[in-house]
Nanobody
């Protein structure tokens, strides 16, 4: 069971990036998934989550209106579209998935049992 995040890079403030997360198993189509991020010397924080069917989403206040999470269960893929990026969005971004199918859409890191390796997003001012 693996998650592989990609798509990070260096972008100027105001720019956009799309992160992708590939899941190794089809079973992830029944799991809630999320993106977290961790900036240097800071704790990992919730960014956004999506229910297994894709109909439920939630976002941290800091990214509402700028970031969009989506998933393609047929391809075992999770995405994060990030627009209007700010220097404070600079962090390593991690995709995560729950172990149990369905359930509530949580925002705590301990609610997700599977994690990708992270991809670095750097936003320059």
């Amino acid at each position: 069971v693996q998650l592989q995040a990609s798509g990070g890079g260096l972008v100027q403030a105001g720019g956009s990036l799309r992160l992708s997360c590939a899941a190794s198993k089809r079973t992830f189509s029944t799991r809630n998934m999320a993106w977290f991020r961790q900036a240097p010397a800071k704790e990992r924080e919730f960014v956004t989550g999506i229910g297994w069917k894709g109909g439920r989403t939630n976002y941290a206040d800091s990214v509402k209106g700028r970031f969009t999470i989506s998933r393609d269960n047929a391809r075992n893929m999770l995405y994060l579209r990030m627009n209007s990026l700010k220097p404070e969005d600079t962090a390593v971004y991690f995709c995560a998935a729950t172990h149990a199918p369905g359930g509530s859409l949580g925002t705590g890191a301990d609610e997700y049992q599977y994690w990708g390796q992270g991809t670095l997003v750097t936003v320059s001012s």
